[in-house]
C-alpha cells in the first residue's frame, strides 16, 4: 500500500519548475510567417533571416502575459452559487518596458508612422522625425522566446503571436536615476490566417530528456 510520501513523490516533477533566466522578442510584418516551429534541422532558427526584428533589452521585469477571462452565469432558484458557467471573452494582452532606443522599426511601432522616407545626415547623423497627431494601427506578428537552464538541461519556451497591436504606451522620463525607456502594452487578436491568438512552443534539450513526464506522444524522426 503506498503511503502519502510514495504518492507525492511519483506526482511531483522538480525538472518542471520554471524560471525564465534569459528572453528574446522580434517583431515582424503581417507578411511575415510565423513559425510552424523554432527549429531548422535540429538547431533553432535563425529568426533575423527569416525578416523578424528585434526588440531589444528590456527591463528586468520583462515580459508580462496578461489573459483577462470573462464570463457569464447562470444561477437558479434554491441554489447558492451558479448551476453554470460560460467563458464569453478572453482578453489577451503583452507588457513589456524596451531600454533600446532609436530602432527605426521601434519607432514606427511606438509614433504609428511610417519612417521608410526618413533619411540620416550624412554629417551630423541627425534624424528628423514627424510625429503625427494619430498614430495609424498597424497589426505586427510578436515572437518571444525564453530559455532556461544549462545546455543539457535547456528548456526553451516561447510565444508566437499573428497578430498584435500596440494599444498603449507609458510615459517618458529623462533624468540620471534610470534610463530612458517607454513601457508598451499590446492587445492580442486571433489571426485568421493561423486560426489561433497564440502559439506556444516548448522545447530543448531538456524537453527531450524528460519527455517521459511530459506526457505528449511522440512524432516519428
Do not use: C
Not at 51 to 76: A, C, H, N, Q
Request: aromatic share 8%; no cysteine.
Amino acid at each position: 500500500m503506498p503511503t502519502f510520501e510514495t504518492i507525492r513523490q511519483g506526482a511531483d516533477e522538480r525538472a518542471l519548475i520554471r524560471k525564465i533566466q534569459k528572453a528574446v522578442a522580434f517583431l515582424a510584418p503581417i507578411t511575415v510567417d510565423l513559425p510552424e516551429t523554432l527549429y531548422t534541422t535540429g538547431a533553432l532558427t535563425d529568426l533575423k533571416a527569416a525578416g523578424w526584428l528585434p526588440i531589444g533589452m528590456v527591463t528586468p521585469d520583462g515580459y508580462e502575459f496578461g489573459r483577462d477571462v470573462s464570463k457569464e452565469d447562470v444561477t437558479s432558484f434554491g441554489y447558492a452559487g451558479p448551476v453554470r458557467s460560460d467563458v464569453t471573452e478572453v482578453a489577451r494582452s503583452i507588457s513589456m518596458t524596451p531600454l533600446e532606443t532609436g530602432r527605426r522599426h521601434m519607432l514606427e511601432l511606438i509614433y504609428g508612422t511610417d519612417l521608410t522616407a526618413v533619411t540620416q545626415s550624412t554629417t551630423t547623423g541627425e534624424i528628423v522625425i514627424n510625429e503625427p497627431d494619430l498614430p495609424v494601427d498597424k497589426e505586427y506578428r510578436l515572437l518571444i522566446i525564453g530559455s532556461d537552464g544549462p545546455a543539457a538541461e535547456n528548456w526553451i519556451i516561447g510565444r508566437g503571436y499573428g497578430r498584435v497591436k500596440l494599444a498603449s504606451t507609458d510615459s517618458q522620463t529623462w533624468g540620471t536615476s534610470d534610463a530612458v525607456s517607454q513601457s508598451l502594452t499590446f492587445d492580442v487578436f486571433t489571426d485568421t490566417e493561423i486560426g489561433t491568438p497564440v502559439r506556444h512552443y516548448i522545447g530543448g534539450t531538456a524537453a527531450v530528456t524528460h519527455k517521459a513526464v511530459l506526457g505528449f506522444t511522440q512524432a516519428g524522426a
